[in-house]
């Protein structure tokens, strides 16, 4: 699901963010622009972390911006930023956040799956700092790649 999800047109790298708004704004926008979602859908997921505090730094270095579908999911989608300079989203267990993961769904059980091929993708540290070090999105899309056929081994 991976590979189908994130591709070279939904990974950016080192990527320059303000903030944490700025940097969930240059997440999102692969999906914006090959129209999985609306622009109310990134206004969502920054209002939901004004509403409910940094719940979406999941992690040491990662955080998953999502909403719910019906605030302007048009189709399933994934994008993934590295971020140049790391920023604050005021989760003191896991700032500074390095990489952004913007998740789309249009279902909760496309949630969940997505959410699942995630922490299997980002639970090797060793594989997490190979997307961090990326310079090339191949290198990302190899790591994803590996990260599919380990888990259909």
């Known amino acids: 699901m991976l590979t189908s999800l994130l591709t070279k047109e939904t990974i950016a790298l080192q990527v320059e963010a303000e903030d944490w708004m700025d940097a969930i704004r240059k997440s999102a926008r692969p999906l914006l ?9 990134i206004d969502s997921m920054i209002q939901a972390v004004k509403d409910l505090g940094p719940y979406i730094a999941i992690a040491p ?3 998953i911006a ?16 590295t971020l140049k ?8 267990a896991n700032d500074p956040i390095r990489l952004v993961l913007t998740l789309a ?14 922490v299997e ?11 961090l070090d990326a310079q090339q999105v191949d290198e990302v899309c190899a790591c994803l790649k590996e990260c599919e056929q380990e888990a259909e081994a």
Request: glycine letters at 12%; aromatic letters at 4%; proline letters at 7%.
């Open 33 to 41: 622009e090959n129209g999985s979602i609306e622009p109310r859908y």
């Open 61 to 63: 270095g990662v955080a």
């Open 66 to 81: 999502h909403a719910k579908p019906e605030q302007g999911v048009v189709r399933m989608g994934m994008s993934l930023a």
């Open 85 to 92: 300079h790391p920023v604050s989203f005021g989760n003191t």
């Open 105 to 118: 769904a249009q279902d909760h059980d496309a949630h969940l799956n997505a959410m699942g091929d995630m």
């Open 121 to 131: 993708l980002l639970g090797s540290p060793d594989r997490f700092q190979r997307i």
